[in-house]
T-cell receptor, first 115, second 111 residues
């Protein structure tokens, strides 16, 4: 079974631009969540989607948005990029959200560098 | 707000040694706790998940325990190997159905 796939693996953007990251969950997984990982803040929750609906949102500005498609694939968008947005963005999938016995499975992430 | 702490931040042990990694959390109202390993530049690999009603889970050389009342979990690694070198993170699923992550313990197993 294929794992969680994130594309692209690396991105370099300049301040003020916008970026879209893509995540394909494990087949059969319907919940997708996104995380930002930086050396200073560690792993921080961005948002979670299930059945094309955002279920939870972390404490990030409105420049960070996402969506989920009917095939459970998800995209994350960051507008008006800032230097501080440079990070590893990780996507995780699980069978359903909020299931006590449904572990998170992560992709290898997209490394975003903002210059 | 849930806070998850992992101590120590880094650990170096000789090959073959048994070791324990610690994870503590401030709010005991959790749904589950999951341990991960992360290799440099990669995503997280799930190791073990413990439901809130469970006390421990085992997989091969790994054993994770959970004491909800004291807000602690431990990951025990038996007979460590150089391939175990990685950063180990714990995460709790708590209020708001969100996962809260610790900052990790960087483990180096010396051959």
């Amino acid at each position: 079974k294929a794992g969680v796939t994130q594309t692209p693996r690396y991105l370099i953007k300049t301040r003020g631009q916008q970026v879209t990251l893509s995540c394909s969950p494990i087949s059969g997984h319907r919940s997708v969540s996104w995380y930002q990982q930086t050396p200073g803040q560690g792993l921080q929750f961005l948002f979670e989607y299930f059945s094309e609906t955002q279920r939870n949102k972390g404490n990030f500005p409105g420049r960070f948005s996402g969506r989920q498609f009917s095939n459970s694939r998800s995209e994350m968008n960051v507008s008006t990029l800032e230097l501080g947005d440079s990070a590893l963005y990780l996507c995780a999938s699980s069978l359903v959200p909020g299931s006590y016995n449904s572990p998170l499975h992560f992709g290898n992430g997209t490394r975003l560098t903002v210059t | 707000k849930q806070e998850v702490t992992q101590i120590p931040a880094a650990l170096s042990v000789p090959e073959g040694e048994n070791l324990v990694l610690n994870c503590s959390f401030t709010d005991s109202a959790i749904y589950n706790l999951q341990w991960f390993r992360q290799d440099p530049g990669k995503g997280l690999t799930s190791l073990l998940l413990i439901q809130s009603s469970q006390r421990e889970q085992t997989s091969g050389r790994l054993n994770a325990s959970l004491d909800k009342s004291s807000g602690r979990s431990t990951l025990y690694i038996a007979a460590s190997q150089p391939g175990d070198s990685a950063t180990y993170l714990c995460a709790v699923r708590g209020a708001g159905n969100q996962f809260y992550f610790g900052t990790g313990t960087s483990l180096t197993v010396i051959p």
